[in-house]
Every structure is written in structure tokens, then in C-alpha cells.
């Protein structure tokens, strides 16, 4: 039998997995990822197109058809055939805007990625531990059921029935119900939440390994210096250098592209001969100048908007910093004097009832310290989550 459960014991914490390694797992196959991952190979054909030429116009003409005789080619000189090629040229410099232009969206789409990863990391790890915390709250209340239980027993075999006592019993059985329904409103919360992880994991968790553990909260300079890490802000700043990339390249298309058209022209029983055209657009109409204002204030917006976003961030470390240490606080508060002192004011509770005395005050200490352990649980999956947060902040997955 002992070996059964050895082994039973043994399977058990194979299967169970850290959050380090779900993280690791989703980063892998997750299907919102792979999304990003094929939009960003294109770019290295957007890249590649960029240093491509216009495709070249090929027409063929037949000229001077007459109605008469439709199909006689040889009444007049001006009757041909022709065959006409017409290739545009870019203006020098533009092919390097272009390939600048490129290059400069494609560090965005890469930026989005690993912003994308952070996000899916940070959903992970605050999903894992609001599991975490409701199984903690689900482990404690079946322990307070079990004592309670075991106190209203013992209260209704050794006290004479009389009204009161019949009372206090009720009372203490309706705290009783409490509880337990709270337990099932965990449980419900519990499954929804694991389906939620399994989702993010991209499959079923039985176990996690981790447990709900409070190390001191480093220093906030920390994150405060690596706010340039932040994978949101690094695509803030390839945004800005994609619109003055595009800035660059709107401006040089006030120098439109040359263009060359040759033509061959075959004539019946008169000599061929061919044509060449040189041409180009005449930017008369201002349209340039107008993209180029529109890609300048583009810029501008860009450049307002990543700055805000870098505020942002500052002062969201600091929010969260600030939740950080208020519940290492709070935790060691209840940890080291609440807690303590309501335990032993339930045990001397728990000893008089042997003697005669108020369900009523054992019960009602039973609650307080349960709301106490309850919230103490809460305070250190906030805690966590707080953490994962900041940690998501500056990019760390």
C-alpha cells in the first residue's frame, strides 16, 4: 500500500508544472503568436519588393485601320504596326527610402511581438496564481468546516438543550452553510479560471507547482531605469522611426521618376522605323507638399505619443510599486499580530466550551480569524500579481 501511494505521490508531482515552465510552453505554440510571427516574415518580402523597379508597360498598336478595306495594310504610309516598351525610373534615393521605410515597419512588427509575448507571459502568471489563491481559499475553509463541525458536536453533546444553546447551535450551523457556500462559489470561480489557463497554455492543466510565497520587494529605481525595456515603448520608438522614414521618402516624390518609351514601327511595302520618348510627371499641383505636411504632423503625433506613453509607464510602476509594498505591510500585520492573537483566543474559546460556554463567542472568533486568513491568502496573490505586472513593465516575461 505504501508503495502505491509512493508511486501515486511521485506521478503526481511529475504532472504538476511551474509557472516558469507554462510561460515557457505558450510561448512556443500559442496560435496568437505565430499570427505575429508569419506577419513579420512577410516583411522580409515587403523588404525585399521595396528594391524593386515599376513593372514596364508593353502595348502593341495598330494604326490608321480604314473601314473601306479593314484588312488592307498598304494603302498609305501612315498605316504600321508598332510595338511600344515604356520602363519609369526611380529617382536616386528613393530606393533606399523605400528599403529604410521597410526595414523601419518591420522593427515595429517585431516589437509588437515581443510586446505580444510580455502580455501572454504576464496573463499566465496572474492567471496561476488567482488559481493558486482560490485553492489556498478552498483548503482553508474545508479546514475551518471540519473545526467548526467538530465544535458544534461537541457543544450539542456536552451542553444541555435548553433555548439558548438551541440557538447558539443554529446560529453556528447557519455560519456553517456560510462558509460552505462560499466554498462552492470558489470552486465555480477555480474551473473557470483553469479553463482560462488551459486556454492561454493551449492545453489542460492539472497542477501547478508554485506556491504562494512573499520575498521583500526590490528597490522601485530598478524598474524605473529599465522603462526603456518595455516592449510598448520600444514599438513607440520604431513608430516614430517609421514615420520619419515615410516623412523622407514622401519628400523625395516632389522629384517625380523619369520614364523612357521606345516604340518599333513596322509599315507594309513602306520602311520601318522606331520612336523614343523621354518623359516625366509634372508635380504642379501641390499634392506633394500636402503629403509631406500630412507626414510631418504624423511624425510629430508619433513622437507626442510615445512620450506619453513613457509617462505612463512611470506612473504605473510607481501605482503598483506602491500597492507592492502596502501588502508586504498588510501581510506581515496579519501574519505576525492578528492572526497569532486571534488563534489564541480561539484555542481558550475552544477549551471553554467543554465548560458551558457561548457558542455564540467561539463562532464569532471562528469568522475573524477565517476573514483574516482569507485575506491574508488574497494579500499575497495581490501581491504576486502586482509583481508580475511590474515585471511585465519592463519586459521581463
Known sequence: ?????????????????????????????????????????????????SQKWANPDLSITISDIQFKKPFDRSLEPMQYHAVNFKQKFPWFGKLDARKTYAQEQKHVVLDSYEAARV??????RTTAYTIKELEARISILYKY???AKQNIKLYTDTIATDSMSHADSITAELSLSKIEIRQERYRSLLKS??????????????????????????????????????????????????ADANKALVD????????????????????DYATVTVGVS?????????????????????ISDSLDYKAYVKSEIRADYARLKEAYRIYFIIQNKSLPQLGHMLELSSSAIEKG????????ILEQKLALEEESIAIKAEFLRTKAKLKALIGEK
Not at 502505491?4 to 510561460?23: D, E
Request: aromatic share 8%; charged share 25%.
Open 1 to 49: 500500500m505504501r508503495t502505491i501511494l509512493y508511486i501515486l505521490l511521485t506521478f503526481g508531482l511529475l504532472q504538476a508544472q511551474s509557472i516558469k515552465q507554462l510561460v515557457g510552453q505558450s510561448l512556443k505554440r500559442h496560435p496568437s503568436l505565430k499570427a505575429i510571427q508569419h506577419r513579420l516574415s512577410s516583411m522580409d518580402e515587403r523588404i525585399e519588393k
Open 119 to 124: 502580455q501572454l507571459a504576464l496573463q499566465i
Open 145 to 147: 468546516v471540519q473545526l
Open 193 to 242: 479560471q483553469k479553463e482560462k489557463l488551459s486556454y492561454l497554455v493551449q492545453k489542460k492543466i492539472s497542477k501547478i507547482s508554485d506556491t504562494l510565497h512573499m520575498q521583500k520587494p526590490g528597490s522601485m529605481k530598478r524598474y524605473l531605469n529599465k522603462i526603456s525595456h518595455n516592449p510598448t515603448y520600444r514599438m513607440k520608438l520604431s513608430q516614430n522611426r517609421t
Open 252 to 271: 523625395m516624390e516632389v522629384h517625380p521618376d523619369p520614364y523612357v518609351k521606345v516604340g518599333y514601327f513596322n509599315r507594309q511595302d513602306f520602311p
Open 282 to 302: 509634372l508635380p504642379i499641383y501641390g499634392t506633394e507638399r500636402l503629403d509631406s505636411e500630412i507626414a510631418r504632423k504624423e511624425a510629430l503625433s508619433s
Open 357 to 364: 460556554a457561548d457558542l455564540f463567542t467561539y463562532t464569532n
